[in-house]
């Protein structure tokens, strides 16, 4: 059977009323209290930081690591691909 993909979808007879629409929608969405946006102001809840969270131990990499200049992943020596003008690529990278 052949689709005639540039026929019209749909028919003037299957457009609905934004009142028949509103009448699908469950009670429990339509009477959820409005969220005020001046709590959040632009959006995104306020998390208070704790100065725990931001302390991050940094270790050097390794005599037998290197840094992919690609995608600036510290790997171990065996994924080395090749090296470019750009640095060390590893075999992910290089694929």
């Not at 691909?81 to 992910?92: I, N």
């Amino acid at each position: 059977m052949a689709t005639d993909y540039d026929a019209p979808r749909k028919n003037d007879d299957d457009t609905e009323s934004i009142e028949a629409i509103k009448e699908r929608i469950p009670e429990k969405i339509a009477s959820s209290p409005d969220i005020d946006e001046a709590d959040h102001g632009d959006g995104f809840p306020h998390l208070e930081i704790v100065q725990e969270d931001l302390d991050v131990v940094v270790i050097p990499a390794m005599d037998d690591e290197f840094t992919c200049s690609e995608c600036f992943i510290v790997k171990h020596h065996s994924l080395l691909s090749r090296k470019k003008k750009t640095g060390p690529v590893c075999s992910e990278c290089d694929s």
